[in-house]
């Protein structure tokens, strides 16, 4: 079973719900390990994905795709 992704333009990148856990503690944090632009990349990334979730009306908070 394999959980369905949308394509959006280009492929963007889809973080999974762990990935925005971590990494949007990392960045309250301040922590800074990754480069400039990958960290600003993934958090637009991130940014992009919560914007659409919040569109379609689906909670945010831990929410996991059935594999």
């Known amino acids: 079973m394999k959980a369905t992704v949308r394509r959006r333009k280009r492929g963007a990148y ?6 925005i856990q ?5 960045i309250r944090m ?10 600003r990349s993934l958090a637009n990334a ?6 659409s979730s919040a569109e379609e009306g689906l909670p945010l908070s831990g929410t996991r795709t059935a594999s």
């Open 22 to 26: 971590r990494v949007s503690r990392e």
């Open 14 to 19: 889809v973080p999974s719900p762990a990935d």
């Open 30 to 39: 301040g922590w800074s390990e990754h480069t400039r632009v990958f960290r």
């Open 46 to 51: 991130i940014i992009r994905h919560i914007a």
